[in-house]
């Protein structure tokens, strides 16, 4: 059976504000594991990110690289996914 692909809402966030919000094609992220890549119809999960980039190809095909310490990823039905972040404060 056919289906169309779909974009991803992806939304990222730290205590102190939103690093990302909009759509995206593919996310690439750093767990506790090892590094996952998320596409459309990826299985709901939920793990722990460790310090790394978390990488972002929007729709257009343009990448969007953010650094973090750490994070928590979930991956929601319906393609949503909500990355919780820490960065590294820039003190």
């Not at 119809?41 to 095909?61: A, C, F, N």
């Not at 990448?63 to 973090?68: D, K, M, Q």
């Amino acid at each position: 059976m056919y289906r169309d692909f779909m974009n991803m809402k992806l939304g990222i966030y730290t205590i102190e504000k939103t690093l990302f919000d909009g759509e995206a094609e593919k996310i690439i992220a750093r767990t506790s594991t090892g590094e996952i890549t998320v596409l459309d119809g990826h299985v709901p999960l939920v793990s722990e990110l460790t310090q790394g980039e978390i990488r972002i190809l929007d729709p257009e095909k343009r990448e969007t690289r953010l650094p973090i310490q750490a994070g928590f990823i979930e991956v929601r039905p319906e393609n949503k996914i909500v990355i919780l972040a820490e960065q590294k404060s820039a003190s």
